[in-house]
Structure formats: C-alpha cells, structure tokens
C-alpha cells in the first residue's frame, strides 16, 4: 500500500459542477497538506496549504483535512474547462523536515 | 518579476554517463528544492536546499546529488545514469523553508531521456 493513495481518473465533469477530489493517506504523523494542479507539460502550481486538520477557503477552492479518517479532499467550485488538469495532492510531517510525499494525482476534464 | 528558469529543458545522455541540471530560483528566493517526476512513480522529492545548504533529502541513491550557490542558483547531478533515471526533473523555489508559509513556484522542468 502506497502513503498516499489517490484515484488517477480522469474524472469528467460539465462546466459549472463542483468538483471533489480526494486523497488518502497512511501515515497518521503527517502535519501539512498541499494540493497542487498541473496543465500538461507544464510544471505544477501550488493551490493550496493546509496544516493539520480543518478547511480553507480560497476563492473557488476549498481544501479539507480530515485527520481522525487520513483523508482529505479538494472542492472546485463552478468548474470551468481551463481548470482542466492533474491535480496532485501532497503531505508531509513538520518540525523543518520537509519532506513532501505526494499522490499520483488525478485528471479532471471539464467539459463545456 | 522572471519565474524559475531551469535549463536545459531537453537532454539526452547514455547509459553510464553523468548529467548536471540548473536551476535559477525566483529572485530573493532562498529554497529550492528538486524533484523527480515519472509516469511511473509520479512526483518524488529529490533534495532541498536553503542558503547553500542541503536541509532535507528524499529516498533517492547517492547517485543523485546537488548543490547551491550563493546567488541561490542550484544545481543536481546525476552520476552513472540508468534507463530509469528517464524523467521530468523539475526544481521549485520558495521564500520560506515550507510552502504555505510563502508560496512555492515550480520551474517547467528538465526533460531527460537516457538511453
């Protein structure tokens, strides 16, 4: 069993759905959660940072970690094409040692 | 302000030779930190460097090694390359030692293909 488990897809939706996007993970010591998105051939951007358990607002993303269940997700709001990309979720543990352990991540397509 | 510039962006080695990737970081950025990317084992943590120095390290052989300058540019070699060395390496810099602190940006990478 891989750290962090996560769905490759591709996950298709119409533009305009919400999309959810999840990762679980093994590892209980993990602190930080960080999802990042991906256009192809490009390198990935960094969406959003989490520490420890709760949510965070930004915009039309909302990230939510789930501590107790080693899960966490991501919420797209009003989908639209060009958030068409592999999104990629990562942790780690804290105390300066920074050590990402990422999912293989998942594709979405939006679709008009 | 320019983004982090990685060079080359193509290479193409042999089986047993060696490779050196650089990375330019954002100015007045002082992390930067390398990764591995395949279809295969996806995204993998290379090594960080912060202020010349190397903080952290991903399970990797000691084939894999870098280093940083004191302008922040850095710099990984790869020594006696093996097929599956064939990836996408890609360097990102940050302000702070962790992301979410200040954010991290990645460079569009270097892809390298050994034969």
């Known amino acids: 069993q891989k750290e962090v488990e996560q769905d490759p897809g591709p996950l298709s939706v119409p533009e305009g759905a919400i999309v959810s996007l999840n990762c679980t993970y093994s590892n209980s010591a993990f602190q930080y959660f960080m999802w990042y998105r991906q256009y192809s051939r490009k390198g990935p951007e960094l969406l959003m940072y989490?520490?420890?358990?709760g949510n965070k607002e930004d915009g039309r993303f909302t990230a939510q970690v789930d501590k107790s269940s080693k899960y966490i997700s991501l919420f797209i709001r009003d989908s639209q094409p060009s958030d068409s990309a592999t999104y990629l979720c990562?942790?780690?543990?804290?105390?300066?040692?920074?050590?990402?352990?990422f999912g293989r991540g998942t594709s979405l397509i939006v679709h008009p | 302000k320019a983004g982090v510039t990685q060079t080359p962006r193509y290479l193409i080695k042999t089986r047993g030779q060696q490779v050196t990737l650089s990375c330019s970081p954002i100015?007045?950025?002082?992390?930067v930190s390398w990764y591995q990317q395949t279809p295969g084992q996806g995204l993998q943590f290379l090594f960080e460097?912060?202020?010349?120095?190397?903080?952290n390290k991903g399970n990797f052989p000691g084939r894999f090694s870098g280093r940083q300058f004191s302008n922040s540019r850095s710099e990984m070699n790869v020594s006696t390359l093996e097929l599956g060395d064939s990836a996408l390496y890609l360097c990102?810099?940050?302000?702070?030692?962790?992301?979410?602190?200040?954010?991290?940006?990645f460079g569009p990478g270097t892809r390298l293909l050994v034969l």
């Open positions: 989490t520490y420890s358990s």
């Open positions: 100015s007045g950025h002082r992390s």
């Open positions: 460097y912060f202020s010349e120095t190397q903080r």
């Open positions: 990562a942790m780690g543990l804290s105390g300066g040692s920074y050590i990402p352990t």
């Open positions: 990102a810099s940050s302000s702070k030692r962790e992301p979410g602190q200040e954010t991290q940006y």
